[in-house]
């Protein structure tokens, strides 16, 4: 995506009278994060990517009515989110094809980091033991590195209670993680220091 403000309003302009090009341009720079966003979320690279291949088109379907109350990415992410939660309570609709798709770079995006997948993997059976509205501000915030504000806008929910549910998390994961025999519990001192540098 552009550095210029000023492009990025006239692409989104564009895109709102209905230039796909636009929208391509604005959309194209934010897909490895909504796709290791879409990825922390289901576990799975080729549900994944169906999530991002679904959310782009839902967006270009609603671009019109994005009014900037939030910014342009975490719209989008809140798209990604909630094409999950849709993807989970219509779980026969996952693999179906999509019926309209974009350009070759809306599927083909990059993986999550190396290091962060290989967490991930690692954290991901304890994550899944989590509620929803615990495991997605963690994700969300110590994983994908969205802000407090940010995350209250993709999850609807004030500050209060983001910063709440993120603490809540944490400790129930802490709880498991310390718990367990395996080699998982090696990582949690880097966990909590990664986590400690953002709060600081």
Same mark, same amino acid.
């Given at each position: ?22 929208? *391509? @341009? ?5 897909? %490895?994060?909504?796709?290791? &966003? ?24 609603? +671009? ?14 809140? +798209? ?12 026969? @609709?996952?693999? *179906?094809?999509?019926?309209?798709? &974009?350009? *070759? ?6 993986? %999550? ?23 997605? %501000?963690?994700?969300?915030?110590? &994983? ?6 940010? +995350?209250?806008?993709?999850?609807? &929910? ?15 994961? @802490? *709880?498991? +993680?310390?718990?367990?025999?395996? @080699?998982?519990?090696?990582?949690? %001192? ?11």
């Amino acid at each position: 995506m552009s550095d210029d403000p000023e492009q990025r309003r006239r692409w989104l302009r564009a895109a709102q009278r209905g230039d796909r090009d636009a929208f *391509e @341009r604005l959309l194209a720079p934010l897909l %490895p994060r909504l796709y290791s &966003l879409a990825y922390h979320l289901t576990q799975h690279r080729d549900d994944a990517a169906d999530v991002v291949q679904d959310s782009a088109v839902k967006a270009w379907r609603a +671009i019109g009515g994005f009014r900037e109350e939030a910014d342009f990415s975490t719209w989008l992410a809140r +798209i990604v989110r909630n094409t999950v939660l849709d993807d989970v309570k219509r779980a026969s @609709r996952r693999h *179906e094809e999509a019926t309209e798709t &974009l350009p *070759e770079a809306a599927v083909h995006v990059t993986e %999550p980091r190396a290091e962060r997948a290989e967490l991930t993997a690692l954290l991901g059976g304890y994550l899944a033991d989590l509620s929803d509205k615990l495991r997605e %501000p963690l994700i969300l915030y110590d &994983l994908e590195g969205y802000s407090y504000e940010e +995350i209250a806008e993709v999850l609807d &929910l004030n500050l209060g209670t983001v910063k709440s549910r993120l603490n809540r998390a944490r400790l129930a994961l @802490r *709880e498991r +993680i310390l718990a367990s025999p395996d @080699r998982l519990s090696g990582y949690m %001192p880097d966990v909590l220091a990664v986590a400690a540098r953002r709060e600081g």
